[in-house]
């Protein structure tokens, strides 16, 4: 429709309405959107990175629940969508986005017991954890199946509560107590040798 005729306060008035209408549109997720991250260019991808992120942390939950186990033919939209997501919230410029995601991300960690959905997600947490999934994580760590995978996500993170964790694996035992004592020594973790030689007895 033409402003023309609209003159001064009406005019803007009528312009701020119409454009606050497309903004809105243009932001709110719409149905199929991880399979336009699977499936769209760069530039779409990121539009819908930046949707997913507006729209909170329901939209990142609603990835995660959509996780499927590998062979699965619903698999590639979510997991690929999992991935953009995660790396979105690693960038530097990230702000509150990196917390968002690990929050959503730690509770579909509590929600599933399948180990292939645990590796899933914690792959994505080993790209942008938080302290706040540490807990998660480290729940982890007393499974064969994922042991490996959540020492892993809990080395990416350069915070002490990730060292108190794999420590407290090790006192408590772990399948993954090897790779915890080369985490902890790769971090110059002040415990990791005190550890390692205790191990070295007991062997």
Do not use: K
């Not at 399979?35 to 329901?58: H, L, N, S, Y």
């Not at 619903?74 to 690693?90: D, G, I, K, S």
């Not at 917390?99 to 730690?106: N, Q, S, T, Y």
């Amino acid at each position: 429709m033409s402003l023309h005729r609209f003159r001064g306060p009406v005019a803007a008035a009528f312009a701020a309405i119409v454009s606050a209408g497309n903004a809105l549109a243009g932001d709110a997720l719409t149905p199929g959107w991880m399979d336009r991250i699977a499936t769209g260019r760069w530039t779409q991808v990121r539009a819908e990175v930046d949707r997913a992120f507006a729209a909170g942390e329901p939209a990142v939950s609603e990835v995660v629940r959509a996780i499927r186990p590998p062979g699965d033919p619903a698999e590639a939209a979510p997991r690929m969508a999992l991935h953009a997501l995660a790396l979105a919230a690693a960038a530097p410029d990230a702000g509150p986005r990196r917390a968002l995601f690990a929050r959503a991300v730690a509770g579909g960690l509590a929600a599933t017991d399948d180990p292939e959905i645990h590796r899933i997600l914690l792959g994505a947490l080993q790209i942008s954890g938080t302290t706040d999934a540490v807990p998660a994580i480290a729940a982890c760590l007393a499974d064969p199946a994922v042991a490996s995978a959540a020492c892993a996500a809990l080395e990416s993170l350069s915070d002490p509560a990730a060292d108190a964790a794999m420590i407290a694996a090790l006192r408590t035992g772990s399948p993954a107590t090897v790779g915890l004592l080369f985490a902890l020594g790769r971090r110059r973790a002040a415990a990791a040798a005190d550890l390692a030689l205790a191990r070295a007895r007991d062997a």
